[in-house]
């Protein structure tokens, strides 16, 4: 369903924060060019410029704010430094958490945690990519995704010095609360690993199990438990409290390299299960290019004109932002985890849904979504009906199947 609005005479009152002009690329069509993701990242605004698709489990997308309140989507426009590319994140809150299991791909040096430096002119996002330069390490780096799995890709400088650390310790605003529990890894073999991290913050239980595929075999690797190097036994499988992190070295091929990372939030068979159906091959320009149809058609459920770009760029960023969460909560097997924190399967045709800042949201996006898709709206409904049942009360602020407790009021 699409609605029409002609804006003849259009006042709208924006506040631009971290804004530049939505670059330009053939992918885009209608809609989805005046999407600018970068809208929103400056000052306190707490959005994120990674790769995602609508409603999806997966955010991919650049840590450069670890602490303080302007770590909440784990970016900050202002901000010169990556720290990891981490595959879930919170838009818009004003409390963070989330930032589960980052990469970050470099060459060169010996520290335990690798820090990308990029300008921003090298910075561009479009609905469902991003990409960026890491200058100090010379590669060149681009994201996209499925609904849950995230895919990169990573051109480096240097052949013959090709790195990818994964940082499983990784969290954002650890400095106000928001703690890893335990860590389970697993080396299943040369071009995979899957795992489970539990951490402990906004959501009071949170568990995102993981597998991640390279393109290519690994030919070193390097781990660290709890900040030390372990390199004289090198363990298949880890479970610890520790901090957990793997530098992987991979042989010298002037070619990019690939890395497909699938999430579950119930274990890691759901991952596996996950990366399977929903991306089996390694066509990194045509997921892009998938991520970009699917939001144009989802952007499209309302057209307005207007003489002034201004405008376009505004309502269709505007537009794309009410389109991020809710998340759908579970694998395509129809498992998730509920507000019990036990393993449903989900009845034909339901979707479970996380995410609901229902203090902030009652008030436009779900009218909004009564009016541009109102089948989301009854599945939302439902969704927090069912959370009822589960847990014995309604949610107001549920974040990955945790009662928040978060502000006034019931919905």
Avoid at 10 to 26: E, H, Y
Avoid at 64 to 81: C, Q, V
Avoid at 328 to 346: E, N, P, S, T, W
Wanted: proline share 6%; net charge negative.
């Amino acid at each position: 369903m699409k609605k029409t609005i002609l804006f003849f005479q259009v006042v709208l009152v924006c506040l631009l924060v971290g804004c530049k002009p939505a670059p330009n690329s053939g992918l885009l069509s209608d809609e989805i060019k005046y999407v600018d993701p970068f809208i929103g990242t400056g000052f306190h605004g707490h959005t994120f410029p990674g790769a995602t698709r609508p409603f999806a489990m997966v955010q991919v997308s650049p840590d450069t704010h670890i602490m303080g309140w302007d770590a909440s989507s784990g970016y900050h426009y202002d901000d010169r430094e990556i720290y990891g590319f981490s595959h879930t994140h919170l838009s818009g809150t004003g409390i963070g958490d989330l930032g589960d299991v980052a990469l970050l791909p470099f060459s060169g040096g010996d520290s335990i945690k690798p820090v990308g430096l990029f300008n921003k002119d090298t910075e561009k996002a479009t609905p469902g990519y991003y990409a960026v330069r890491l200058d100090n390490f010379g590669v060149n780096v681009e994201l996209t995704s499925t609904d849950k799995v995230g895919f990169h890709k990573y051109t480096y400088d240097n052949p013959k010095d090709r790195r990818v650390m994964l940082d499983l310790g990784h969290i954002l605003q650890p400095n106000w609360g928001h703690k890893l529990v335990d860590n389970s890894y697993l080396f299943v073999n040369d071009s995979t690993v899957e795992g489970t991290v539990r951490t402990q913050g906004w959501a009071h239980f949170h568990s995102v199990s993981y597998r991640i595929t390279f393109s290519e075999p690994i030919e070193t690797v390097y781990q660290y438990i709890g900040g030390k190097l372990r390199q004289d036994s090198l363990f298949l499988r880890i479970n610890t409290e520790e901090d957990l992190k793997f530098h992987y070295k991979f042989p010298e091929k002037a070619e990019p390299l690939y890395v497909k990372v699938a999430l579950s939030m119930v274990d890691t068979d759901g991952a596996e299960k996950n990366l399977e159906a929903e991306l089996p091959g390694w066509d990194f320009e045509a997921t892009r290019i998938k991520s970009a149809e699917i939001w144009n058609d989802a952007l499209n459920a309302i057209e307005i004109q207007s003489a002034d770009p201004t405008v376009m760029v505004n309502f269709y960023t505007a537009l794309y932002h009410t389109m991020i969460a809710p998340f759908a909560y579970q694998d395509v097997d129809g498992r998730y985890l509920g507000m019990d924190k036990k393993v449903h399967k989900a009845e034909p045709g339901y979707v479970n849904y996380s995410v609901f800042s229902l203090w902030d949201t009652f008030r436009a996006l779900h009218p909004l979504m009564t009016i541009i898709n109102p089948e989301l709206a009854a599945d939302w409904g439902k969704v927090l009906v069912q959370g009822y049942k589960e847990g014995g009360i309604l949610p107001k602020w549920p974040l990955a199947s945790s009662y928040t407790g978060c502000m006034v009021g019931y919905p």
